[in-house]
């Protein structure tokens, strides 16, 4: 893959599910894959909705998840830009996304 158009740093707990949204810039870049990485040494919890554990998947240790969007798939998130929330199983780290 290319180098990441833009990359982010959100800091999760085991506390709280933090979303992830989709940036949506003034010049509409359109951005069409997104790849969360787990950079920690305990599990990253994915889920695609907060409340609701039956969409709850694992990103292990070092390991990296992937999601592409359909082409122009950007201006669907106009009124929702949150495309998962993830949760540190123990402790506090950094996930990364980078988006493409």
């Known amino acids: ?7 982010v740093r959100l800091t999760v707990d085991n506390l709280t599910w933090v979303p992830v949204t989709v940036p949506l810039s003034n010049d509409s870049t359109a951005y069409q894959w997104a790849v969360i990485a787990n950079p920690s040494a ?6 695609t909705d907060s409340s609701d554990s039956t969409t709850e998947r694992l990103i292990r240790p070092g390991h990296e998840w992937v999601m592409r969007f359909e082409p122009n798939l950007h201006w ?7 495309i998962c929330y993830l949760q540190a199983a123990a402790g506090t780290f950094d996930a990364v996304v980078d988006f493409y």
């Open 1 to 7: 893959m290319p180098s990441a158009i833009l990359s």
């Open 42 to 47: 305990v599990n990253l919890k994915r889920r």
């Open 76 to 82: 669907r998130f106009r009124n929702d830009p949150i």
